[in-house]
């Protein structure tokens, strides 16, 4: 990667990625290696060959979630229309580099933060599909823990104040502030469901402008069900987002939620990566600026 997104983050090239998998995969030696770009912060990705790419934590904590992203790729794949990743391979730390790494199959399309899906009426009822079918999946006792989003909006004031205290000169900071006072309240009712955690226009394939793809499924598990709710304020006008709403059957208080946890990841986006990874900060700005046109709360 040519640009460090986060100060501590381990640096990997194509040659590294090169003699890893001669090393540890000799089938796959001799496959051209190419930096993959996109809008990925925690693992770098290149293309390895027409049908293959290999995904290589950043930082020690993605590598140590490594376990958890198998098991929820796993978990996920097959069961819905749409291609999600598929591991078929798992590499040790090895040339200089730290970490267990992995290799996937190949997903064709269009990354949704390339486009304008803004209108994506149809896109809006694919990705309500998809959303459908992860809550359908079992829970088999499991509930929401950590400190991650999908709990209590209120766990998450500590990160929003520091967030707004850089944001100065950035954004509109008195505004958020005084929205995310009122979202922060709004109670947890919902009994948790599978969310796939980070439904951000990045991790979403397109071909046609019609959904075909998801990727980044390592943050799948029970959450609040309006967690997933937050792509619609990441992708969509008024009219696109009520096409999803209604296919979602989101209402009420779950809907206001999805806007509020997309307020919340929005606000880290834009000025972490203001710098090192510009469609990620776009990002963060289009959707703040969807939140304060129309706020729920």
Known sequence: MS????????????????RLVATQFPEWAGLPVVDLPSAATANAVFRLGPELVVRLPLRAGTATDLPRELAATRELHGRTRFATPEVLATGAPGEGYPFAWTVLRWIPGTPADTVDTAAGRELAGDLAEF?????????????????????????????????????AGLLDVAALRALWSRFRVLPHVSADVVTHGDLVPGNLLLTGGRLTGVLDVGSLGPADPALDLLAAWHLFDAAAREEFRTACAAEGLDWVRGQAWAFQQALGLVRYYEVTNPRMSSLGRRTLDRVLADPLV
Do not use: K
């Not at 090239?13 to 090169?18: E, K």
């Open 131 to 167: 959303v459908r079918g992860v809550r359908d999946l079992p829970l088999h006792g499991r509930r929401f823990a950590g400190t991650g989003r999908g709990g209590d909006l209120h766990a998450h004031d500590a990160w929003v104040a520091e967030c707004l205290e850089r944001s």
């Open 3 to 18: 640009v460090r997104l986060h100060d501590d983050q381990v640096d990997v090239g194509a040659d590294v990625v090169a």
